[in-house]
């Protein structure tokens, strides 16, 4: 055969439009993948498998920490975990931790793993100094707190051991988090871009779920029920609110400034995520913001529900479907890559 009819035989040979392919090589290993999204991994560096390492360790230490004793408040022992849905609840983060963890360190598409880590770490600071506030300082100001649907006064405090499990969790997070930030710009990978064009629609969306998320915040998700009083001389009844449990940014000191780093990350991570690149990191921040959210929702209504005396407020309704509306978000960037590609081979 002639090297005119070689190359002939070779043009004739190509995939044409969009079923055009390329190949995607990590290590040894060759894939055939749409050239429209063609995921391009270089060698990842060990840090950022390390930061795979400490949120593997972060969801196994934050799934042990919901089952010992929480706190003794008031004398009353207190489990996160006291039943099956208070176990799922709590289980929500960690098994997110745990799965996008091993994915990371095993330095599988590393920039939805880095993405994650780096989101739910800097969301975690907030959680963590308002853990530090409820273990250690909110008997300076003995107040109403729900814990795992129970009502307590917070007139004595004293730790246990899934409190500490808890703090060491969300310690581990935030080292992860750190590292991902720090391995990021050594982590090579990119893609042929098929979410640019709904980038925008999809920050603008994620922003106003940011916003309405932290309104949602300012308020308890479970709160007492408004109780009418009858005045037995004149008969004339009056609606009486009772003091609840204490919002996010109601509490003092290091709670309040942990409230106001969880709303101010939320709302600036809903800015960031929708811009990472590639497509598998904005669906890594954008899972790492629908878990934290939906987690706290759950809390409010797992609270309602395992109390009598206490309801579910419209601003927990409103967390719950923020929450729910980050998912889509997050499902909506995974789904954008088979869309364009399902577009191009059509």
């Given at each position: 055969m002639s090297a005119r009819e070689s190359r002939t035989g070779s043009t004739r040979n190509r995939p044409r439009g969009g079923t055009a392919t390329g190949s995607m090589t990590r290590g040894t290993a060759e894939v055939d993948v749409p050239v429209l999204d063609r995921a391009?991994?270089?060698t990842?560096?060990?840090l950022a498998r390390a930061a795979g390492v400490l949120l593997v360790l972060a969801g196994v230490v934050g799934a042990v920490a919901p089952f010992p004793t929480y706190l003794v408040v008031g004398g009353h022992p207190i489990a996160l975990a006291g039943g099956v849905g208070s176990a799922l609840v709590s289980l929500l983060v960690p098994a997110a931790n745990l799965a996008l963890g091993v994915v990371l360190a095993r330095g599988l598409v590393?920039?939805?793993?880095?993405?994650?880590?780096g989101v739910s770490g800097a969301l975690a600071v907030g959680a963590l100094l308002i853990e530090l506030y409820r273990g250690s300082a909110s008997t300076a100001r003995p107040a109403l707190?729900?814990?795992a649907g129970r009502q307590v006064l917070t007139s004595t405090v004293e730790v246990r051991a899934g409190w500490v499990l808890g703090v060491a969790a969300l310690v581990l997070a935030v080292l992860a988090g750190a590292a991902a930030l720090l391995a990021w710009g050594r982590t090579v990978m990119d893609d042929g871009g098929t979410l640019d064009p709904v980038r925008s629609a999809l920050a603008g969306a994620a922003v106003l779920l940011g916003v309405g998320t932290v309104l949602c915040l300012a308020l308890p998700a479970a709160d007492l029920?408004?109780?009418v009083v009858t005045d037995p001389s004149t008969g004339m009844q009056t609606v009486?609110?009772?003091e609840g449990p204490q919002a996010l940014l109601?509490?003092?000191?290091l709670a309040l400034l942990g409230g106001l780093l969880l709303a101010g990350g939320i709302v600036l991570c809903s800015v960031v995520a929708p811009s990472l690149r590639p497509r598998l990191a904005t669906v890594g921040g954008l899972l790492a913001i629908a878990v934290t959210v939906l987690a706290a929702a759950l809390d409010g209504l797992r609270d309602a529900l395992g109390s009598s005396g206490l309801e579910w407020t419209v601003p927990g309704a409103g967390l719950l479907l923020a929450g729910l509306g980050y998912g889509a978000l997050t499902v909506l960037a995974w789904r954008v890559r088979r869309a364009a590609v399902g577009g191009q081979h059509s």
């Amino acid at each position: 055969m002639s090297a005119r009819e070689s190359r002939t035989g070779s043009t004739r040979n190509r995939p044409r439009g969009g079923t055009a392919t390329g190949s995607m090589t990590r290590g040894t290993a060759e894939v055939d993948v749409p050239v429209l999204d063609r995921a391009v991994v270089g060698t990842v560096p060990s840090l950022a498998r390390a930061a795979g390492v400490l949120l593997v360790l972060a969801g196994v230490v934050g799934a042990v920490a919901p089952f010992p004793t929480y706190l003794v408040v008031g004398g009353h022992p207190i489990a996160l975990a006291g039943g099956v849905g208070s176990a799922l609840v709590s289980l929500l983060v960690p098994a997110a931790n745990l799965a996008l963890g091993v994915v990371l360190a095993r330095g599988l598409v590393p920039k939805l793993g880095l993405a994650y880590a780096g989101v739910s770490g800097a969301l975690a600071v907030g959680a963590l100094l308002i853990e530090l506030y409820r273990g250690s300082a909110s008997t300076a100001r003995p107040a109403l707190e729900v814990i795992a649907g129970r009502q307590v006064l917070t007139s004595t405090v004293e730790v246990r051991a899934g409190w500490v499990l808890g703090v060491a969790a969300l310690v581990l997070a935030v080292l992860a988090g750190a590292a991902a930030l720090l391995a990021w710009g050594r982590t090579v990978m990119d893609d042929g871009g098929t979410l640019d064009p709904v980038r925008s629609a999809l920050a603008g969306a994620a922003v106003l779920l940011g916003v309405g998320t932290v309104l949602c915040l300012a308020l308890p998700a479970a709160d007492l029920p408004r109780r009418v009083v009858t005045d037995p001389s004149t008969g004339m009844q009056t609606v009486v609110t009772q003091e609840g449990p204490q919002a996010l940014l109601e509490r003092p000191g290091l709670a309040l400034l942990g409230g106001l780093l969880l709303a101010g990350g939320i709302v600036l991570c809903s800015v960031v995520a929708p811009s990472l690149r590639p497509r598998l990191a904005t669906v890594g921040g954008l899972l790492a913001i629908a878990v934290t959210v939906l987690a706290a929702a759950l809390d409010g209504l797992r609270d309602a529900l395992g109390s009598s005396g206490l309801e579910w407020t419209v601003p927990g309704a409103g967390l719950l479907l923020a929450g729910l509306g980050y998912g889509a978000l997050t499902v909506l960037a995974w789904r954008v890559r088979r869309a364009a590609v399902g577009g191009q081979h059509s």
